[in-house]
């Protein structure tokens, strides 16, 4: 949730030389977040930079290509950042991706495209109730139970295929319209990442469901006194975090026009636990915005395609994101003040 300071150090504070109130002020500051105010910093040079070597960065095209390729990877940003709000983690994400893009490919080439989505979608949820109910009934901490559906998801997902893509999805209209349709010019994809940031916004920020999923990472034991059920938050957030995956999933297939068990979806759980990082939400659990990891989604997004247009080799891509992880995590841990592994004090 947005942090707000204390009325002293606001007090202190020389009056703002532009004529604003420093009432409105500070309401600005809490709806953007200092951290979301760095993060359009560091994209508006970021821009700046690579727009600077590149003039083709800034084509009507190129714009359309950040914004695809961002839509898979941003929604599952989107629910990671609930999950580790709630003080887990979902290392399985891109897994489920790769098993529900198979299962929507091939359940399509049998049926259609309704109970292709439908389907996947319903595979998706079954591997997130998995999830939950490991991290619940088996007492297995979240990463190292989500590190082991990482692997039997995806080997499922082989499994199903024997290791090659399934079925074709590019003659048919609703995949089409999903992979490269339009509403008011935007493409289909970009709507599809915007609807569920916009659900899950609204969700943490003005249910009861989002303020106990905050208080539930931020001390589960006094949440638990306060008659929360704990265990059916977890699995809950779970089973939305498989739907989700599951959408990505879809767009998978859509994109590529067949299922791909691994294609497309390798590396995604590191690129939302980046983006998530990135956006704020602390590792430890209650606190973090939606709005601060689609500005997260974006910067990486625009490094990426930078580093592309500017011919770096895409090895060179992997390493960008593990440090800019890295990045994160440290500058998380020098904000909370808390005593550092292997220093004194």
Same mark, same amino acid.
């Given at each position: %949730?947005?942090?707000?300071?204390?009325?002293?150090?606001?007090?202190?504070?020389?009056?703002?030389?532009?004529?604003?109130?420093?009432?409105?002020? @500070?309401?600005?500051?809490?709806?953007?977040?200092?951290?979301?105010?760095?993060? *359009? %910093?560091?994209?508006?040079?970021?821009?700046?930079?690579?727009?600077? #070597?590149?003039?083709?960065?800034?084509?009507?095209?190129?714009? @359309?290509?950040?914004?695809?390729?961002?839509?898979?990877? +941003?929604?599952?940003?989107?629910?990671?950042?609930?999950? &580790?709000? %709630?003080?887990?983690?979902?290392?399985?994400?891109?897994?489920?991706?790769?098993?529900?893009?198979?299962?929507?490919?091939?359940?399509?080439?049998?049926?259609?495209?309704?109970?292709?989505?439908?389907?996947?979608?319903?595979?998706? %949820?079954?591997?997130?109730?998995? /999830?939950?109910?490991?991290?619940?009934?088996?007492?297995?901490?979240?990463?190292?139970?989500?590190?082991?559906?990482?692997?039997?998801?995806?080997?499922?997902?082989?499994?199903?295929?024997?290791?090659?893509?399934?079925?074709?999805?590019?003659?048919?209209?609703?995949?089409?319209?999903?992979?490269? +349709?339009?509403? *008011?010019?935007?493409?289909? *994809?970009?709507?599809?990442?915007?609807?569920?940031?916009?659900?899950?916004?609204?969700?943490? @920020?003005?249910?009861?469901?989002?303020?106990?999923?905050?208080?539930?990472?931020? /001390?589960?034991?006094?949440?638990?006194?306060?008659?929360?059920?704990?265990?059916?938050?977890?699995?809950?957030?779970?089973?939305?975090?498989?739907?989700?995956?599951?959408?990505?999933?879809?767009?998978?297939?859509?994109?590529?026009?067949?299922? #791909?068990?691994?294609?497309?979806?390798?590396?995604?759980?590191?690129?939302?636990?980046?983006?998530?990082?990135?956006?704020?939400?602390?590792?430890?659990?209650?606190?973090?915005?939606?709005?601060?990891?689609?500005?997260?989604?974006?910067?990486?997004? &625009?490094?990426?395609?930078?580093?592309?247009?500017?011919?770096? /080799?895409?090895?060179?891509?992997?390493?960008?994101?593990?440090?800019?992880?890295?990045?994160?995590?440290?500058? #998380? #841990?020098? @904000?909370?003040?808390?005593?550092?592994?292997?220093?004194?004090?």
């Amino acid at each position: %949730m947005p942090t707000t300071q204390s009325t002293a150090t606001l007090r202190s504070q020389p009056p703002i030389e532009t004529g604003a109130r420093p009432g409105v002020f @500070r309401r600005v500051l809490e709806v953007v977040g200092v951290q979301n105010i760095s993060l *359009l %910093m560091a994209i508006a040079l970021v821009v700046a930079v690579i727009g600077s #070597q590149n003039p083709l960065f800034f084509t009507v095209g190129n714009l @359309r290509v950040i914004g695809t390729a961002i839509a898979i990877s +941003g929604l599952l940003a989107v629910v990671q950042t609930i999950v &580790i709000i %709630m003080g887990a983690l979902d290392i399985s994400v891109g897994s489920i991706a790769g098993l529900t893009s198979v299962s929507s490919a091939m359940i399509f080439t049998a049926t259609g495209p309704f109970l292709g989505v439908v389907g996947a979608v319903g595979i998706g %949820m079954l591997c997130g109730l998995l /999830n939950g109910c490991i991290i619940v009934f088996g007492r297995v901490n979240p990463v190292i139970a989500t590190l082991a559906t990482l692997a039997a998801y995806k080997g499922v997902a082989q499994l199903i295929s024997d290791g090659r893509a399934q079925g074709y999805t590019g003659a048919d209209g609703f995949f089409v319209f999903l992979a490269r +349709g339009t509403l *008011l010019g935007v493409p289909t *994809l970009i709507w599809v990442l915007v609807i569920i940031a916009v659900l899950a916004h609204v969700l943490l @920020r003005y249910t009861s469901v989002g303020r106990n999923i905050y208080a539930v990472g931020g /001390n589960d034991i006094a949440s638990r006194l306060a008659g929360i059920n704990i265990n059916r938050y977890i699995i809950g957030v779970y089973v939305a975090t498989g739907a989700v995956a599951a959408i990505a999933g879809v767009l998978i297939t859509a994109r590529t026009g067949s299922g #791909q068990p691994v294609s497309g979806s390798e590396g995604l759980e590191l690129e939302a636990i980046t983006a998530a990082a990135l956006g704020g939400a602390a590792l430890k659990g209650g606190k973090g915005t939606i709005a601060g990891t689609i500005l997260a989604v974006i910067l990486l997004g &625009i490094l990426t395609n930078g580093m592309t247009l500017l011919g770096v /080799n895409s090895f060179w891509q992997n390493v960008a994101k593990g440090a800019l992880l890295i990045v994160a995590v440290v500058i #998380q #841990q020098l @904000r909370s003040g808390e005593r550092r592994i292997g220093l004194p004090g």
